[in-house]
């Protein structure tokens, strides 16, 4: 079973830079698709981007203007970088596992296997 943990987050400025990691331990992440998720203060988890096993990164356009993702299979870690933050970022991040990685979506209802969340807040 993978275990996932992120780490990056912080208290950041708006138009700072922040690159956010999820390490994975008990597993090679190399089949696996993940995703990267948040869930700002009273409102729903809500997905970013997704990353299948051969890197292919799909999810909602309005992000991946400023949001990018990344995997480095020998780290066993996957990244996100956030460009340009707003406000509006301020969230708990979160990364997830589907052992399907040939294909993914930013539906939470198809991961097993989640992390603890690493927390952002951008300042104005």
């Known amino acids: 079973e993978v275990q996932l943990v992120e780490s990056g987050g912080g208290l950041v400025q708006a138009g700072d830079s922040l690159s956010l990691s999820c390490a994975a331990s008990?597993?090679?992440?190399?089949?696996?698709?993940i995703a990267w998720f948040r869930q700002a203060p009273g409102q729903e988890r809500a997905g970013l981007l997704c990353?299948?096993?051969?890197?292919?990164?799909h999810g909602d356009d309005s992000v991946k203007g400023r949001f990018t993702m990344s995997r480095d299979n020998a780290k066993n870690t996957v990244y996100l970088q956030i460009n340009n933050l707003e406000p509006e970022d301020t969230a708990n991040y979160y990364c997830?596992?589907?052992?399907?990685?040939?294909?993914?979506?930013?539906?939470?209802?198809?991961?097993?296997?989640w992390g603890q969340g690493t927390q952002v807040i951008v300042s104005s």
């Open positions: 990353i299948t096993s051969d890197g292919r990164i």
């Open positions: 997830a596992a589907d052992w399907h990685g040939d294909t993914c979506i930013t539906s939470a209802y198809v991961y097993d296997y």
């Open positions: 008990g597993s090679s992440l190399d089949d696996y698709a």
